[in-house]
């Protein structure tokens, strides 16, 4: 057992704490890893918001990179001083959404994250002897963690982690939902909706798919200008006019593809409403568990249009995390735009207080 700062939240508003927590040593099949840089992702604001049901108290934060620490029993691949990204999705490598090649769904990794817990239905987090949950088996918000295995990913020793850390979420989520979930073709129109950094993501994801058109579309004109610098063809700035009307304006062919990277209802609806012939909005953004969004299926039918979600950019973890650091590394995809800025572990609610405030993009904590 060691003492480590933690960033808890208890299930109240505003009842965010870092503490020195607990932490157990790994079991069979974990890891532990000292984390050098955590991610602040709308998916933790979410949480914090009470919009999503998960177990509390709950260590948080789901993107971080660092070094392993310690093997628990029967770990293979990985080394004491390895370089690694968090995976969120935990592959099991067993059940049948593994078996079919689907691992960003693995139903062995759904069910711990649904609970709050590693795989053998405990907690490796306690404070003064009561039990706190993971959050998605990672819990990146912490001096350090314990994981299972497959969601620590070995990365090249020569990238960042003070960087890379993003591609554990944000990264994996915006250009995994363009490469893969949607698979868009090069050519393609392509919109996104919302430019923080899933949607930016996205924005070089389609810039790396050879995308013709690339529209991005903020109601804040500073993502909208770090979208230029990331690719986008044109900008739109949703508060000024009906964004439905400007993308059909920016694009008269229509659009191929159109990412709603925010999960606001009525973004989700724009990405459907605006769509050309034959296309696919993808909804990677989350809305609030129970939100209801409409279309009319009579023109979805029509123009044979397409609805996709995306879950964690349809990623192999094991996989698509090296292949996107190789990425970074070799200039192709631009990580240092999309860090708005680092900050000591212990300054955590200032920086979801920035993210909510639309003042960053993603925020590192950094230990
Ligand atoms: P963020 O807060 O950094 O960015 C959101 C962006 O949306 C900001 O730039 C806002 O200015 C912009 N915005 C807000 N309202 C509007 C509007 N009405 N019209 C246009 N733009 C607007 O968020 P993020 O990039 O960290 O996360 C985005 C979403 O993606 C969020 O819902 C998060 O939970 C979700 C997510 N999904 C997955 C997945 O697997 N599907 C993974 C990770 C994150
Ligand atoms: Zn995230």
Same mark, same amino acid.
């Given at each position: 057992?060691?003492?480590?700062?933690?960033?808890?939240?208890?299930?109240? &508003?505003?009842?965010?704490?870092?503490?020195?927590? !607990?932490? *157990?040593?790994?079991?069979?099949?974990?890891?532990?890893?000292?984390?050098?840089? +955590?991610g602040v992702c709308?998916?933790?604001?979410?949480?914090?918001?009470?919009?999503?049901?998960?177990?509390?108290?709950?260590? #948080?934060?789901?993107?971080?990179?660092?070094?392993?620490t310690a093997l628990g029993a029967g770990v293979t691949g990985l080394a004491v001083g390895d370089h690694v990204v968090l995976s969120w999705?935990?592959?099991?490598?067993? %059940?049948?959404? %593994?078996?079919?090649?689907? &691992?960003?769904?693995?139903?062995t990794a759904a069910r711990v994250a649904a609970t709050g817990v590693l795989y053998d239905g405990t907690s490796r987090f306690s404070r003064n002897g009561t039990m706190l949950h993971h959050y998605l088996g990672v819990s990146s918000f912490a001096e350090r963690v314990v994981i299972p295995a497959s969601g620590a990913v070995k990365v090249r020793s020569d990238a960042p982690l003070d960087v890379i850390a993003i591609v554990g979420c944000a990264v994996a989520t915006g250009v995994g939902a363009v490469r893969n979930t949607a698979?868009?073709? +090069?050519? +393609?129109?392509?919109?996104?909706?919302?430019?923080?950094?899933?949607? #930016?993501?996205?924005?070089?994801?389609?810039?790396? *798919?050879?995308?013709?058109?690339?529209? *991005?579309?903020?109601?804040? &004109?500073?993502?909208?200008?770090? /979208?230029?610098?990331?690719?986008?063809?044109?900008?739109?700035? *949703?508060?000024? /006019?009906? &964004?439905?009307?400007?993308?059909?304006?920016?694009?008269? !062919?229509?659009?191929?593809?159109?990412?709603?990277?925010?999960?606001?209802?009525?973004?989700? !609806?724009? /990405?459907?409403?605006?769509?050309?012939?034959?296309? +696919?909005?993808?909804?990677?953004? #989350?809305?609030?568990?129970?939100?209801r969004a409409s279309f009319e299926p009579l023109v979805l039918a029509e123009a044979n249009q397409r609805i996709l979600g995306s879950n964690y950019g349809s990623v192999d973890p094991r996989t698509d995390i090296p292949l996107l650091v190789d990425l970074y590394m070799d200039g192709s995809l631009d990580l240092d735009e999309l860090v708005s800025g680092r900050r000591p572990l212990a300054e955590a609610v200032a920086a979801l207080a920035d993210l909510e405030a639309g003042r960053t993009l993603r925020t590192l904590l950094v230990n």
């Open positions: 057992m060691t003492t480590v700062r933690a960033v808890i939240y208890d299930g109240t &508003p505003g009842g965010i704490e870092v503490a020195d927590v !607990e932490l *157990a040593a790994p079991r069979p099949g974990e890891v532990e890893v000292a984390i050098v840089a +955590a709308h998916s933790d604001l979410h949480v914090i918001r009470g919009e999503w049901v998960i177990p509390l108290p709950v260590v #948080l934060g789901h993107e971080g990179a660092g070094t392993v999705v935990p592959q099991c490598g067993t %059940c049948r959404q %593994c078996g079919l090649g689907r &691992p960003w769904q693995c139903e698979a868009v073709e +090069a050519g +393609a129109t392509v919109a996104v909706i919302g430019l923080g950094g899933v949607g #930016l993501s996205c924005v070089q994801g389609a810039r790396l *798919a050879g995308a013709s058109r690339i529209v *991005a579309v903020d109601v804040n &004109p500073a993502k909208l200008a770090v /979208a230029i610098r990331l690719g986008a063809t044109d900008t739109i700035d *949703a508060s000024l /006019a009906d &964004p439905v009307e400007q993308l059909r304006d920016a694009v008269p !062919e229509g659009l191929d593809y159109i990412f709603d990277a925010i999960g606001r209802i009525e973004t989700t !609806e724009q /990405a459907i409403r605006a769509l050309g012939p034959g296309g +696919a909005a993808v909804i990677v953004g #989350l809305p609030p568990t129970g939100a």
